[in-house]
Nanobody, 127 residues
Framework: QVQLVESGGGLVQAGGSLRLSCAAS????????MGWFRQAPGKEREFVAA????????GYADSVKDRFTISRDNSKNTVYLQLNSLKPEDTAVYYC????????????????????WGQGTEVTVSS
């Protein structure tokens, strides 16, 4: 089992930046593909970004491509999400998720594929 703890959320003006972190417990972090999702008030949870176990494959939602960057440091058991050029529509609770997989080069974009979730960190972007 892995436990996930997100941090780094906050209030930022439009155009600003934040870096979210997701720290994982345990010694097998490199066996997990990781993803970031978000849920805005009154909306369904949606995919944001994902990264394979190896870090070699990455995927983004079209709405965040070229603005957000996902990365991971397996030596620190941490996955990051750099949020740049933030817009008010990026306001949401951001969740990280983990999926233990034997496939080193795959990333996953559906929330139903993940079986470990953090508690979320709130991002608010003011206009």
């Amino acid at each position: 089992q892995v436990q996930l703890v997100e941090s780094g959320g906050g209030l930022v003006q439009a155009g600003g930046s934040l870096r979210l972190s997701c720290a994982a417990s345990g010694r097998t972090f490199n066996r997990y593909a990781m993803g970031w999702f978000r849920q805005a008030p009154g909306k369904e949870r949606e995919f944001v970004a994902a990264i394979a176990r190896s870090g070699g494959s990455i995927g983004y939602a079209d709405s965040v491509k070229d603005r957000f960057t996902i990365s991971r440091d397996n030596s620190k058991n941490t996955v990051y999400l750099q949020l740049n050029s933030l817009k008010p529509e990026d306001t949401a609770v951001y969740y990280c998720a983990a999926l233990e997989t034997a496939l080193t080069g795959n990333y996953y974009t559906s929330e139903y594929q993940y079986n470990h979730w953090g508690q979320g960190t709130e991002v608010t972007v003011s206009s």
